[in-house]
């Protein structure tokens, strides 16, 4: 027996108002909003009540409507014929709802700020020897051509191997080390070679636990 498609009350309220904010399908607004077609298929059968208020939050934006109009377009005609009262009811605790999101969305940013404030603290304090001795070394390079750079190395190494140590990066492999070639982990840069043979690492690359952040630049040996 066939399936019948019954149309859905209002799907074509929804289209409208994405035809004009330029969003051409479901899928296109459920990741604009970052919200499940789930949602989006209750607002379009009217069951706006059934709804979270966040999702609202979101979509109003993106439908460049506001959330009272949002919630007066896609309630069901009995809501608003026969509920007034709890229509205002529901709406004023959208508004509560949504000063309680803005205040939620303010600490977040704050919290995030003062995060990258002790990040950059501790960073600062692992590069202290870097920043208080670099600049002094730098400027007896330049008067003095002639000094070995052995002796400046030790200035720059330490203190990033310290850093990266801190942030729990390692380095694929030393400089010049011969190794088997994964293709994985290293990127060639000149030269052929198939995995499993010998490479020669150029340029060393860098892994953060599991994840890869730098391939090693290697050549065939």
């Not at 939050?57 to 009995?78: A, G």
């Not at 304090?125 to 750079?149: F, G, I, R, V, Y």
């Not at 060393?204 to 890869?212: F, H, P, R, V």
């Amino acid at each position: 027996m066939p399936n019948t498609q019954y149309p859905i009350p209002n799907t074509q309220k929804l289209q409208d108002l994405m035809q004009q904010v330029g969003i051409s399908s479901f899928k296109a607004l459920s990741r604009a909003a970052g919200v499940s077609e789930r949602q989006l298929l209750r607002l379009r059968q009217g069951k706006l009540e059934q709804m979270r208020v966040e999702v609202l939050l979101k979509l109003s934006p993106v439908l460049q409507m506001p959330l009272s109009e949002l919630v007066t377009t896609f309630s069901t005609v009995e809501l608003l014929q026969e509920k007034t009262a709890p229509t205002q009811e529901l709406l004023q605790q959208i508004a509560d709802l949504r000063t309680e999101y803005d205040r939620s969305q303010q600490q977040i940013k704050q919290q995030q700020e003062i995060l990258l404030q002790e990040l950059q603290q501790s960073s600062l304090q692992l590069l202290e020897s870097l920043l208080l001795q670099w600049p002094t070394a730098a400027q007896k390079a330049q008067e003095n051509p002639q000094l070995a750079a052995v002796k400046i190395v030790p200035l720059v190494q330490k203190p990033l191997e310290k850093l990266l140590q801190a942030w729990g990066v390692e380095a694929i492999a030393p400089v010049g080390a011969e190794l088997p070639y994964d293709p994985q982990l290293h990127q060639l840069m000149e030269g052929k070679a198939q995995p499993g043979e010998k490479v020669k690492v150029r340029y060393t690359g860098y892994l953060q636990g599991e994840k890869l952040l730098y391939r090693a630049k290697v050549s065939a040996v």
